[in-house]
């Protein structure tokens, strides 16, 4: 990226520095200018401490620690070195390390912290201000899961990918980066979001939530087959039927009819895939399902299989509620 300045009506390049050439160092120049001027992040936000350190048995230190501005901790790592190393596997540890931090340590740590700054108030009072401001109360705060922010001149490729990799496995990482150009006697910083582009940031939002439910939806109906084997409830040999009471119009349909019916293939399962057989062939019980539904009007609704099933030998409550009680939430 290259930076312009107009003169006599023609573009003239501005010449790219770099904080080492400069002179400027990682804790006494860039930190420091990040806490004058947070909102350079690409967000608004409060600098809770800077060097945060406060665990045992490690001399690691937190670059800079603050709350996003819709309430997320957020780990800061910065770097003034075109090759930043793996600075995102240092900053995944610091974010475990701080990880369900309390109210009360983020209290004490940022009072130190304004001591330190020469800053106005309390630091209870400089927290809650800024929450309020957010529209964000107190007890939403969120740290068992922190932001983590990386700002560097440049990120290679092998980071990136780690990022973005990280990202997609429904981590928040945000790489901003650092330019630095001079022109006479006058610096010129330009900071901008490179890791996810900004425009995309609400779409991988909300693309990351509806995976995570889909994720959260399959989990449980596995945990439903499971629940059932694990606890000997379904064995191998016995006999499944449609359940009448989670079922749609059943005038012209015999529940107890024995074609309906579906045998257990073995007491352990098969993988997820074909746990059944119904007249001489497996399926899961998902498949089953549409396929009566869908080719001989089995009256089934949309929907999870689980609550539309039972025993043969315990027909007064569907595979669903069988399970229910045997959970370990």
Not at 37 to 51: H, K, R, V, Y
Not at 76 to 101: F, S, W
Not at 258 to 272: F, M, N, S, T, V
Not at 295 to 315: A, I, K, S, T
Request: proline share 5%; with cysteine.
């Amino acid at each position: 990226m290259s930076l312009y300045r107009i003169d006599d009506n023609a573009l003239k390049p501005v010449p790219a520095t770099t904080f080492h050439a400069e002179g400027l160092q990682e804790r006494r120049d860039l930190q420091q200018l990040i806490i004058n001027q947070p909102g350079a992040l690409g967000s608004d936000m409060f600098i809770i401490t800077e060097e945060f350190e406060n665990w045992s048995d490690s001399y690691r230190r937190i670059d800079l620690l603050a709350i996003d501005e819709d309430g997320t901790l957020a780990v800061v790592e910065l770097k003034r070195d075109e090759n930043p190393g793996p600075m995102e596997l240092q900053a995944l540890r610091y974010a475990a390390m701080v990880a369900n931090i309390t109210f009360e340590q983020l209290v004490h740590a940022h009072q130190d912290f304004g001591d330190a700054q020469g800053l106005d108030g309390d630091a209870l009072s400089r927290i809650d201000e800024f929450l309020s401001e957010k529209e964000v109360n107190r007890d939403d705060l969120q740290t068992a899961k922190p932001r983590i922010i990386l700002v560097a001149p440049d990120f290679p490729t092998e980071l990136a990918t780690s990022v973005l990799w990280l990202n997609d496995s429904g981590l928040d990482i945000r790489c901003v980066r650092l330019l630095l150009y001079r022109a006479g006697d006058t610096l010129f910083v330009d900071t901008g979001q490179v890791i996810p582009l900004p425009e995309a940031d609400d779409y991988l939002v909300r693309v990351r939530e509806k995976a995570e439910e889909v994720e959260k939806v399959t989990r449980r109906r596995r945990r439903t087959l499971a629940v059932l084997v694990d606890h000997g409830v379904i064995r191998g040999g016995e006999k499944i039927r449609p359940y009448a009471l989670n079922m749609g119009e059943l005038d012209n349909f015999d529940v107890n009819d024995p074609k309906w019916q579906a045998e257990i293939i073995a007491d352990r399962l098969i993988g997820w895939n074909k746990n059944l057989n119904w007249n001489g062939k497996a399926y899961s019980l998902s498949k089953l399902t549409s396929l009566l539904r869908e080719r001989h009007n089995v009256p089934f609704p949309n929907g999870g299989p689980y609550w539309y099933w039972c025993l043969v030998e315990q027909p007064e409550s569907s595979l669903a509620e069988l399970a229910s009680p045997l959970r370990e939430d």
